[in-house]
């Protein structure tokens, strides 16, 4: 019997992060290798793809596991693909197993929190351009910040420590 409880108990709290992860789904199908297209847009912005436009402008989610950055993918930075301000660090980024990248600090002043407008959760966005780069949720325990950034792929571009460096030097 308390095994029985014990699992009822386990399925209850992964149904709770299950959903806490599941945002508006948009078909992105993108192919991550052409997240940007040449040139900038009539703001100065970088133009996205229809994909990325669907999530950035749109405030549509990539289906999770679905997006490039899910996976650890080493020290640098994680900046915003609409505009390339420098948002998240590899060093906040953890797996909390949703299906987007987590983080569990912004870069000061680089991410902005808006209440959604049926007040469940909180919507992240560039502070620089606006771009939609997925929720927040807080008390969930994964970090002893007990924050995690939901964030998708699309929104994000990650820029290796080594280019990082080079860029600073020049």
């Not at 912005?45 to 402008?57: D, F, S």
Request: hydrophobic letters at 35%; proline letters at 4%; a neutral charge.
């Amino acid at each position: 019997m308390k095994n029985i409880k014990l699992i009822l108990y386990t399925l209850a709290i992964f149904s709770v992060f299950a959903v806490a992860c599941q945002q508006k789904q948009v078909n992105t199908n993108a192919v991550q290798d052409s997240n940007f297209v040449p040139g900038v847009d009539s703001n100065g912005y970088n133009k996205l793809t229809a994909e990325q436009e669907a999530v950035i402008v749109h405030k549509g989610t990539e289906r999770p596991y679905s997006g490039e950055y899910v996976k650890d993918m080493g020290e640098g930075l994680y900046v915003c693909a609409r505009c390339n301000e420098a948002l998240y660090t590899s060093k906040t980024k953890f797996d909390g197993h949703c299906g987007w990248p987590s983080f569990d600090e912004e870069i000061e002043g680089k991410v902005k929190r808006l209440p959604d407008p049926d007040g469940m959760r909180t919507e992240i966005q560039c502070v620089n351009c606006g771009a939609h780069l997925g929720h927040v949720f807080v008390g969930e325990g994964f970090t002893a910040k007990n924050t995690r950034h939901c964030v998708n792929s699309i929104s994000l571009k990650f820029i290796p420590a080594a280019e990082v460096k080079r860029k600073n030097q020049s």
